[in-house]
């Protein structure tokens, strides 16, 4: 079955340290999208990508990086400059433009980032 | 920019019942999608229901509509007949269908609860 995985689900970060999370997606998707969500809050954009080796700041890029190096994989590093990483994150992708545009992300099980 | 807002951060319904969760967005373009989201307490997102702004005809998926008033830009859902497993966080979110375009705009959630 086509769909997006995320991996790990739980995920555990030291002081000064840089992890990342894992997303893949096998549905052939030209765009994806990395989701911050907080207790209680909604989504906020911190990266997205339309095609392979372009990708674009969403609303809280600060502190976190990406890649686009394969249609199917768009890695997030959540790095040492991001003080405040407790959150879930989640991944997401979606058709393209035009026509297209009707159709809905598609989002993976996501991952629970804390700091230890 | 575009923007969603979900007025009402929580909402009880009693088992059997009727509940209507309101959104509101702003934008000044005239064609775009609109999306209902379900997020119950695993975190997985789910699409429950999308409508295309050039389409005066009103979205169903069994027990969900939306009533949608392009004018007032305003898409609230309906849940008819309402189960346990209708409690769950419900988001509204906003795709614009202009080319290029590949951001969806979320509002910040409503926590619906449904009472036995």
């Known amino acids: 079955d086509g769909g997006i995985t995320q991996s790990p689900k739980y995920l555990f970060r030291k002081e000064g340290q840089n992890v990342t999370l894992s997303c893949e997606q096998n549905l052939n998707h030209d765009a994806m999208y990395w989701y911050r969500q907080d207790p209680g809050q909604g989504l906020r954009l911190i990266y997205y990508?339309?095609?392979?080796?372009?990708?674009q700041k969403g609303d809280i890029a600060e502190g976190y990086s990406v890649s686009r190096e394969k249609k199917e994989s768009f890695p997030l590093t959540v790095t040492s400059a991001q003080k405040n990483p407790t959150a879930f994150y989640l991944c997401?992708?979606?058709?393209?433009?035009?026509?297209?545009?009707?159709?809905?992300?598609?989002f993976g099980d996501g991952t629970r980032l804390s700091i230890l | 920019a575009q923007t969603v807002t979900q007025s009402q951060p929580e909402m009880s319904v009693q088992e059997a019942e009727t509940v209507t969760l309101s959104c509101t967005y702003d934008t000044s373009e005239s064609d775009y999608y609109l999306f209902w989201y379900k997020q119950p307490p695993s975190r997985q997102m789910i699409l429950v229901i999308r409508q295309e702004a050039y389409k005066q005809q009103n979205a169903t998926e069994n027990r969900f509509s939306v009533n949608f008033q392009k004018a007032a830009k305003s898409f609230s859902l309906k849940i008819s007949d309402s189960q346990l497993g209708d409690a769950a966080m419900y988001f509204c979110?906003?795709?614009?269908?202009?080319?290029?375009?590949?951001?969806?705009?979320f509002g910040t959630g409503t926590r619906l609860k449904v009472l036995a």
């Open positions: 979110a906003y795709r614009s269908r202009g080319s290029g375009t590949y951001k969806y705009i």
């Open positions: 990508s339309q095609i392979v080796n372009d990708f």
């Open positions: 997401a992708s979606s058709m393209g433009q035009g026509q297209d545009s009707n159709q809905p992300q598609h």
